[in-house]
C-alpha cells in the first residue's frame, strides 16, 4: 500500500494575514442604558443659575380667604398669595477632563474607524454615566439627598413589596411618573409580587419591556447605592416643570457643542504630536415642589423566604 504524498500549500495562519478582518468598534462593559438620562426632561438653563420661585407653604402660609354664600349680599374677603423671599438657586455642575490623542496614531489607523472619534464617543460615554450618578448621589443636589423628611418611608419586611409601592404612591399621588431602583430590587419587588399571586405587567418603552406596578414602570439603574449587606432605595418620581416634578438642567449653545449642554474643544498640539481636546458637560437636577419625591429606605434585594413575615 503506498504512502499518502505531501504537498506544500499555503497555511491558515498565513493566509490570515491577506485577509481583512471585520471589526467591531470598542466594547465597554461598563456603559448602561441610563434610562434615567433619557425620561428625565431637561431644561435649558441659560444663565446658568436655576431659581424655583415657591409659594410660602408653612405658616403664616398663603392668606387664601375665600368665601361661599348661599343667598345675600356676600362681604368679599381680602387674598393673596405669599412667596419665599430666598427661593432655591441651583446652579449648573461641571464634568470635565482633557482627551489626549497622538496625531500618528489617528493619521495611520482611522480606516474602518475614526480613532478620534471613537476616542470621543468612548469619553462622552464615561461622562455620561458620571453624569446620571451624580445626578442621583451628589451631596448637594442629587434626588436621593433632596428628598423632605416626610417623603420617606421604610420597608416593612426587608424586601420590596406591592405594600410598599403603594405606600410610595400615596406619598407622589399626583401624576407619578416611574419607579426608579436598582436592577436587583427590581428583580426582588417581581419575586415578591408573584409569591402574593399579583406578578407585575410589562411595559415597552424604548423597545425594551419595564415591569410596571399600577401601571407606572419600574425603571432600573445601577447608580442607585447597593450596600454590601444588600440593602438598596427606591424611587417614586413626578417630572416636567409642568407637573412641578424633577427636572434635568443643562445650557445648550456652549462653544463646541456636540448636543445640548455637552461640548468637544479643540485645544491645540503640542511639540509631541499630542492632540488635546477639552470635553465638558453642563448639568444638575431640581425638584420643583417637595411631593415630586417619594423614597422607599432599607430594601432588601435577597430572597424573601429569608424573612419572617407577620400572618394574616
Known amino acids: 500500500m503506498s504512502t499518502p504524498q505531501s504537498f506544500p500549500a499555503l ?6 494575514n491577506l485577509a481583512t478582518a471585520t471589526v467591531t468598534a470598542p466594547q465597554w462593559d461598563e456603559i ?7 425620561l428625565l ?10 431659581r424655583v420661585n415657591r409659594v410660602v407653604s408653612k405658616i403664616p402660609g398663603p392668606t387664601v380667604d375665600l368665601l361661599t354664600v348661599d343667598e345675600g349680599e356676600p362681604k ?5 398669595i405669599d412667596y419665599e423671599e430666598t427661593p432655591r438657586e441651583y446652579h449648573l455642575s461641571t464634568i470635565q477632563t482633557i482627551l489626549h490623542t497622538h496625531t500618528r496614531i489617528t493619521d495611520l489607523y482611522s480606516n474602518r474607524f475614526d480613532q478620534l472619534r471613537e476616542q470621543v464617543r468612548l469619553t462622552v460615554e464615561a461622562l455620561k454615566e458620571k453624569e446620571e450618578r451624580e445626578i442621583l448621589n451628589h451631596p448637594k443636589f442629587g434626588i436621593l439627598n433632596i428628598v423632605a423628611p416626610q417623603q420617606k418611608i421604610q420597608t416593612r419586611y426587608g424586601p420590596p413589596t406591592p405594600d410598599d409601592f403603594d405606600e410610595l404612591l400615596s406619598l407622589v399621588w399626583k401624576k ?27 411595559v415597552s418603552l424604548f423597545g425594551s419591556p419595564f415591569i410596571t406596578w399600577r401601571g407606572i414602570p419600574l425603571i432600573p ?3 442607585l447605592p447597593l450596600s454590601k449587606k444588600g440593602l438598596t432605595s427606591i424611587l417614586l418620581l413626578r417630572v416636567g416643570e409642568n407637573q412641578r416634578g424633577v427636572v434635568g438642567l443643562q445650557k445648550a449653545g456652549v462653544t463646541g457643542e456636540i448636543e445640548p449642554g455637552l461640548s468637544v ?7 509631541n504630536s499630542i492632540a488635546s481636546h477639552l470635553v465638558t458637560r453642563y448639568f444638575s437636577v431640581a425638584a420643583l415642589d417637595e411631593d415630586a419625591i417619594g423614597l422607599l ?10 424573612y419572617v413575615y407577620p400572618k394574616a
Not at 368679599?76 to 393673596?80: A, Q, R
Not at 407619578?176 to 410589562?202: D, M, Q, S, W
Open 76 to 80: 368679599l374677603p381680602n387674598t393673596f
Open 221 to 223: 439603574s445601577d447608580k
Open 32 to 38: 448602561s442604558p441610563r434610562w434615567l438620562l433619557k
Open 41 to 50: 426632561p431637561y431644561v435649558d438653563v441659560d444663565g446658568g443659575v436655576y
Open 176 to 202: 407619578p411618573a416611574y419607579f426608579l431602583a436598582h436592577p436587583k430590587a427590581i428583580a426582588a419587588f417581581g419575586r415578591e409580587a408573584t409569591r402574593r399571586g399579583v406578578p407585575p405587567p410589562t
Open 297 to 306: 429606605e432599607n430594601v432588601s434585594v435577597t430572597n424573601y423566604h429569608e
Open 11 to 16: 497555511n491558515a495562519k498565513a493566509a490570515r
Open 265 to 271: 474643544r479643540y485645544m491645540g498640539t503640542n511639540e
